[in-house]
């Protein structure tokens, strides 16, 4: 997800490069938030989904990238089955073998434990609010 704001456009002619490390700043501190609030939100069993939650800064600081590495984040964050998001799951029961408790477990789905845009909502808030104190 990106963020773009034309305050940007008119702070770097008004100030030239000087206001490019203001700019750094909120962005690495727009993706710590994002990271931080994704893992404090995301459900845990084993961890595996909270650490696989990484931010990597591009080498200028001018853009960050928060993803989630593990396969089946999506599910988490919308749910499965009867109890997916705008009720775009499977309508029918399902069996799989669950290794965690050694059995097959017949099921109808997962309710959505939403963390990720919740995080990115609160990271977007941030970013434009202090992107609007660089315009001004």
Request: hydrophobic fraction near 40%; aromatic fraction near 12%.
């Amino acid at each position: 997800m990106s963020f773009g704001h034309k305050a940007l456009e008119r702070a770097l002619k008004r100030y030239g490069e000087d206001i490019l490390e203001e700019v750094r700043r909120i962005i690495i501190e727009t993706a710590s938030i994002i990271r931080a609030r994704a893992k404090l939100l995301a459900p845990v069993d084993d961890g595996n989904l909270r650490d696989s939650i990484e931010m990597e800064i591009s080498s200028d600081g001018l853009s960050a990238v928060v993803k989630v590495t593990a396969h089946y984040a999506v599910y988490v964050e919308f749910g499965t089955g009867i109890y997916a998001v705008e009720g775009n799951g499977r309508k029918t029961p399902w069996t799989y073998y669950s290794e965690k408790l050694g059995r097959f477990v017949v099921t109808s789905g997962m309710r959505a434990q939403p963390y990720w845009f919740p995080a990115i909502d609160e990271g977007q808030r941030y970013f434009r609010s202090e992107m609007r104190k660089l315009g001004r």
